[in-house]
Nanobody, 118 residues
Framework: VQLQASGGGLVQPGGSLRLSCAAS????????MGWYRQAPGKQRELVAA???????NYVDSVKGRSTISRDIAKNTVYLQMNSLKPEDTAVYYC?????????????WGQGTLVTVSS
């Protein structure tokens, strides 16, 4: 599974961004796709995830402000982020958890930088 992330940028506090993650390869084997982020000096954290069945979960800090969704026809997962705060500034990474034979693996996309600043 290969992932291509896009959509980061500079946005003012209170603004919105939509991140996209296009998957290719053995996409039928994907169980979960998610977005992680890593701020300077901090550990990478899960922001939001969506299962193959469409169930979603979010880190508390983005609940009510962000929505993860998918377009199955385009093999793409989106993260819509609203009411952005400076503390949302981080490199955001797309992730896929998928079955590979008898094993489960993770694939990471390249990071996309989100900067929230006035």
């Amino acid at each position: 599974v290969q992932l291509q992330a896009s959509g980061g940028g500079l946005v003012q506090p209170g603004g919105s961004l939509r991140l996209s993650c296009a998957a290719s390869g053995s996409i039928f084997s994907i169980n979960v796709m998610g977005w992680y982020r890593q701020a300077p000096g901090k550990q990478r954290e899960l922001v939001a995830a969506i299962t193959s069945g469409g169930s979603t979960n979010y880190v508390d800090s983005v609940k009510g402000r962000s929505t993860i969704s998918r377009d199955i026809a385009k093999n793409t997962v989106y993260l819509q982020m609203n009411s952005l705060k400076p503390e949302d500034t981080a490199v955001y990474y797309c992730n896929a958890y998928y079955k590979d034979g008898s094993d489960y693996r993770r694939s990471w996309g390249q990071g996309t930088l989100v900067t929230v600043s006035s």
